[in-house]
C-alpha cells in the first residue's frame, strides 16, 4: 500500500557531495515526521537528521554544517543534501517516515529499502 523508493546512493571520494532523495507513494493520506537514518558494517541504526512536515529540522552532531534535510510535501518527497563527505559517513542509509495512510486513524512507521553511501578517503 505505501512504499518509500530511495535514489542517490553511491561512491563517492572524500570531500564530495552526494543527494539522496525519497519518495512515498501509496494510499497516503498524510505523512508527519521524515527522516534519514544510517547503518555502517557492524554499527546499530543512527538518526541523521529528521524534519516535520512544517519543516523543523533536527541533524545529528557529526552533520551539522555539512547536510541538509528538506522535503516537498506536494510530492511526498524527502531529501538529504551531504557535502564535505568523509569515509566515516560509509553507511547504508535508510529514509523513514510517519504515515496516516487513507482509511487508518494511526501514524505507523515506513522504511526504504536503503541505499549504500561509500565514501573513499
Known amino acids: 500500500q505505501v512504499q518509500l523508493v530511495e535514489s542517490g546512493g553511491g561512491l563517492v571520494q572524500a570531500g564530495g557531495s552526494l543527494k539522496l532523495s525519497c519518495a512515498a507513494s501509496?494510499?497516503?493520506?498524510?505523512?508527519?515526521?521524515m527522516a534519514w537514518y544510517r547503518q555502517g558494517s557492524g554499527d546499530q541504526r543512527e538518526l541523521v537528521a529528521s524534519i516535520t512536515r512544517g519543516g523543523r529540522t533536527r541533524y545529528i552532531d557529526s552533520g551539522k554544517g555539512r547536510f541538509t534535510i528538506s522535503r516537498d510535501n506536494a510530492k511526498n518527497t524527502v531529501y538529504l543534501q551531504m557535502n564535505s563527505l568523509k569515509p566515516e559517513d560509509t553507511a547504508v542509509y535508510y529514509c523513514?517516515?510517519?504515515?496516516?495512510?487513507?482509511?487508518?486513524?494511526?501514524?505507523?512507521?515506513?522504511w526504504g529499502q536503503g541505499t549504500q553511501v561509500t565514501v573513499s578517503s
Open positions: 501509496g494510499t497516503i493520506f498524510n505523512i508527519n515526521d
Open positions: 523513514n517516515a510517519d504515515i496516516i495512510v487513507m482509511g487508518r486513524p494511526y501514524i505507523e512507521a515506513y
